[in-house]
């Protein structure tokens, strides 16, 4: 039986997603745990492949099983042997056909940016923090200006294999900055990623937020697939993949305790903490 796993898991810890020599990671952390399970160490084909520090609200990866252990039993069965930092939410069957990265409509990530002088105790693992004021017209423009199909090798880091394969070209569909209070999430959906794309854009639109970047200058950036001329790329903490869309909403995980809620906006839901707006806990993961 082909089955989709979902799972969630906050990346502070871990080496990334895909299985290393060089640090413990999510995989080797999951199969373990699998294994522990059903006897066998199933491989796993994922939907992506997360750099060192960077979250998942939302997963998706597929294994082959034909054991003993009914489905629905699994996710319990596997978090009682899983770390508290990664979780399984749900298992369903899929095709035969199924894979996680090749089956995938789209994938939303999120870039989250505190604005301040001092880091939240309460989320300074899931941001990035500046503390100058930011322009939010001028990052909203610099981000809006990357929707549509475009070359974009400009924001994709040194070492891709897609970049030397000539494969640069992918679809953004939406790009958008939201603030609530002190924090600034920045969302992107797309067809596809190139290596640290998302995190080289969020650095473009903060860049643009500092005074440091133009916003008339996007499309000349990308035309000129030149990434000296991008923003920095930012660090990992604040980077969520935080959707994964299969176009089947039978496919979709169950949401954690409703984190994941949008307003027609599409900004981030700011759940009822008691504490001042932006100061809410992070971790969508």
Known sequence: MNILLWIAYKGTRYAGFQVQKNGVTVCE?????MQAVLGVRPAVKG?????????????????WYDGAVPLAKLPLAFNANLPPDIRVLAAYPVAESFHAR?????????????????DSPFDAEYTYRVAPPLDMAAMQATAAAFVGQHDFMALCAAGSAAAAH?????????CQVARAGALYTITVTADGYLYNMVRILAGTVLAAG????????????????NPQKAGPTLPPQGLFLWQVDYGDAALAPPDLDGDGAEDASGAETVPETGLEPGLEPGGGA
């Open 29 to 33: 952390t999951l199969q373990n745990a």
């Open 47 to 63: 939907c992506s492949r997360t750099d060192a520090g960077v979250h998942a609200r939302q997963f998706a990866l597929n294994f």
């Open 102 to 118: 090749y089956a995938a409509h789209s994938k939303t990530y999120r870039y989250r940016i505190r604005n301040g002088g001092c």
């Open 166 to 174: 000539g494969d640069t070209v992918r679809q953004i569909t939406r």
């Open 210 to 225: 500092l005074g440091k970047f133009d916003p008339a200058g996007a499309a000349p950036l990308l035309a000129s697939r």
